[in-house]
């Protein structure tokens, strides 16, 4: 399992009430985090001081992934320099002096400027700045362009129980085969899944049905939404790696509780729905 910590430097997820932890908090859970022997943390540039948090914590055995921000430069000369002061600055925040992965934040940036770009990242890798590279994906789409081409080292990809289109596509399957390390994302759906089903109707008024059923499956079974939407992940032995936001180290307890946990879900419960599935098409 990898923590992530968007939480830790920006206001996230649709579910969240507490805001963004103070740095006693932030600190108190990135101890725990590596007391239970969670090792990897999953950051970004784009998360607010996140990087920075991190560093400031005095634990600087984890292994960090970070992601380059999308890139604004004209020119290859710009851009090789941008590259390299953005992973720079990043192995400064989290006081490392290399990455254990670092990834394309926005895939579109490969997709539009395709072999700069990627000789950039290999050349990371090459210095010894991160071990792994990689991209993070939204849609089959953005896979579909990019992969053939540049087959990366580790992927992130949003999968839950409601999410399941990289599965169901054969790409995950295809992926594992290939060698790539597998991290999947957003298995809370950014907390909607954890949310009581009137806030869900009321959000998401125009998939009623789907919440009946996602609540009906809970009582039938006698778990909790975030016993189920773990559950359901792990069940699936291709996925490598776990990454989990949280805002303290009391929930964190609580998803650490069903590490070993695994339930199979019908599809019945899932959507394809772009509107619902893809957290940036929210309003």
Not at 38 to 54: C, H, K, P
Not at 82 to 102: F, G, M
Not at 122 to 139: A, D, P
């Amino acid at each position: 399992m990898i923590l992530g910590t968007a939480q830790l430097g920006l206001n996230y997820g649709i579910s969240n009430q507490e805001g963004k932890p103070n740095s006693k908090v932030a600190n108190e859970l990135l101890k725990f985090a590596w007391e239970n022997n969670i090792r990897t943390l999953d950051t970004a540039s784009a998360y607010g001081d996140s990087e920075n948090v991190i560093g400031d914590s005095g634990i600087s055995e984890f292994n960090i992934i970070s992601k380059l921000p999308k890139i604004e430069v004209s020119n290859n000369k710009d851009l090789h320099n941008h590259i390299l002061n953005q992973i720079k600055r990043s192995l400064d925040n989290t006081n490392q002096v290399s990455l254990d992965s670092y990834l394309l934040h926005s895939v579109e940036d490969l997709m539009r400027d395709k072999n700069s770009i990627w000789n950039e990242m290999l050349s990371i890798k090459e210095k010894r700045y991160s071990n792994k590279i990689g991209y993070s994906v939204y849609t089959i789409n953005q896979l579909e362009e990019v992969y053939d081409k540049f087959k990366p080292d580790v992927i992130q990809l949003p999968f839950s129980v409601l999410d399941r289109q990289f599965y169901s596509s054969g790409w995950i399957e295809r992926m594992k085969g290939d060698g790539v390390e597998i991290h999947v994302r957003s298995i809370f759906l950014q907390g909607l899944l954890l949310m009581d089903i009137n806030d869900q109707r009321k959000r998401f008024p125009g998939h009623q049905r789907l919440w009946i059923r996602w609540n009906d499956f809970l009582s039938s079974n006698n778990i909790s939404a975030l016993q189920a939407c773990l559950g359901f992940v792990q069940n699936h032995k291709e996925i490598d790696h776990i990454v989990v936001g949280v805002n303290n180290k009391h929930e964190l307890s609580e998803i650490l509780n069903f590490t070993n946990f695994k339930i199979s879900i019908s599809e019945k419960i899932s959507s394809t729905d772009p509107e619902l599935i893809y957290p940036f098409k929210w309003n």
